[in-house]
């Protein structure tokens, strides 16, 4: 209880701290983007989010994934903070988010799916990669019981999601951690062949990866290396702001289950501070010094 509070409290100075270097950024008009990650969305808690969503569209605004490519080619562009939205896990959820949500506030996002996951075709082969490859077999694990008796997005999904202006994006074949493969041709699998799957099933160049699980226990140098031959843009899940020097680009994970205060805080990048260490050490364990 005590531990509650004080986290709460540190919470809210944290947020404070991180209006005022929002505000700095938006007067200076420095250009920094804030990458959102969504898995799994209930069906009733499309609201809330919509409506946190809403509140950032409205205080900020969201870049589109197309907007993203031209802002690291290079193209001048004064927004101070702007948000971009991005699903893991290829969940039939976020298909239905985008139709019935994203359709509505014009926001495109980027899907990144784990290649194996769609290829299933029982449901029960399904709920088995569900366990073993999102939840490392842990029938305990929070995400496990949001998603246990999920299921994918489909071939067509994609194909609409593709239409209706977003775009996919690798989340590699089978959602293992890619840190702790040894195999040369399991690793090209994991980070090279996904995409050419992706792209000989849905004719689009895939220019995203995102590394399963995304922290410094998943991503090595080895890997990285592989990962940027291949893509334009590769994503962890390490909390932070990301400017044009950006490598490898952080994300802020927000739970749809989680309170509308709670995730606006979060989305709003109270959590930056504590995460510089672990920023830091990403980069020098991937030999990136800028
Ligand atoms: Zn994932």
Same mark, same amino acid.
């Given at each position: ?20 270097? $929002? ?29 946190? =969503? #809403? ?37 039939? @959820?976020?298909?239905?988010? *985008? ?9 495109? @996002? ?22 073993? #490859?999102?939840?490392?077999? #842990? ?12 299921? @994918? /997005?489909?071939?067509?999904?994609? *194909? ?11 989340? @590699?074949?089978?959602?293992? $951690? ?8 399991? =690793? ?38 592989? *990962? ?12 932070? /702001? ?21 995730? =606006? ?26």
């Amino acid at each position: 209880m005590i531990l509650l509070f004080i986290k709460q409290i540190i919470l809210n100075i944290s947020f404070l701290f991180c209006k005022l270097r $929002n505000r700095f950024y938006i007067f200076f008009n420095i250009n920094r983007i804030i990458i959102l990650t969504l898995h799994e969305i209930p069906n009733n808690n499309f609201q809330d989010l919509k409506n946190t =969503l #809403n509140h950032l569209k409205l205080k900020h605004g969201f870049i589109s994934p197309t907007d993203l490519e031209n802002f690291f080619l290079g193209k001048k562009m004064n927004f101070g903070i702007k948000y971009l939205l991005t699903f893991d896990d290829g969940l039939i @959820s976020n298909y239905l988010f *985008a139709k019935n949500v994203l359709s509505e506030l014009s926001i495109s @996002s980027i899907f990144f799916i784990p290649v194996k996951f769609i290829m299933l075709k029982s449901k029960n082969d399904q709920m088995d990669f569900i366990l073993k #490859n999102f939840c490392d077999g #842990n029938q305990n694990s929070i995400y496990y019981n949001s998603i246990k008796k999920k299921h @994918s /997005m489909s071939w067509d999904n994609l *194909a609409e999601l593709i239409n209706d202006g977003h775009t996919i994006g690798s989340h @590699s074949f089978n959602h293992p $951690n890619i840190k702790q493969i040894e195999s040369e041709e399991k =690793l090209k699998l994991e980070i090279v062949k996904s995409s050419d799957f992706l792209n000989d099933k849905l004719d689009v160049k895939i220019n995203h990866f995102s590394f399963p699980t995304g922290t410094f226990k998943a991503i090595n140098y080895k890997s990285y290396l592989m *990962a940027q031959k291949h893509y334009s843009f590769i994503y962890s899940n390490i909390r932070g /702001m990301n400017s044009i020097n950006n490598k490898i680009l952080w994300r802020d994970d927000i739970h749809a289950f989680d309170n509308s205060d709670y995730n =606006l805080k979060v989305s709003l990048g109270s959590y930056h501070l504590f995460y510089f260490f672990k920023r830091l050490r990403m980069k020098l364990s991937l030999k990136l010094y800028v």
